[in-house]
């Protein structure tokens, strides 16, 4: 099993910056990758950005140029660093691994409110 754990969410003007971590516990010499997802109210969860372990990412359209997301391997743990922040920017973010074992593993989730 792997656990994760959210921090850094809150509350931010529009044009602000958050940056949200994401530690992992347990079995992490099976994750593949790792990544962030939102989901705002009344909609589905989104792919926001993704890294492999060989540091290869992926982000979604909306959030090009504006987010960034890293890994500090020796402290098991995910970044994504969040700027220019827009109000449709406002959703509960998730961070998500996934394993060689086909096994996937969500945190908790943590609140990002952009404020107009």
């Known amino acids: 099993q792997v656990q994760l754990v959210e921090s850094g969410g809150g509350l931010v003007q529009a044009g602000g910056s958050l940056r949200l971590s994401c530690a992992a516990s347990?079995?992490?010499?099976?994750?593949?990758?790792m990544g962030w997802y939102r989901q705002a109210p009344g909609k589905q969860r989104e792919l926001v950005a993704v890294?492999?372990?060989?540091?290869?990412?992926n982000y979604a359209d909306s959030v090009k140029g504006r987010f960034t997301i890293s890994r500090d391997n020796a402290k098991n743990t995910v970044y994504l660093q969040m700027n220019s922040l827009k109000p449709e920017d406002t959703a509960v973010y998730y961070c998500?691994?996934?394993?060689?074992?086909?096994?996937?593993?969500w945190g908790q989730g943590i609140q990002v409110f952009v404020s107009s």
């Open positions: 347990g079995r992490i010499f099976s994750i593949n990758s």
């Open positions: 998500n691994a996934d394993t060689r074992y086909g096994s996937y593993y």
């Open positions: 890294i492999t372990n060989g540091g290869s990412t």
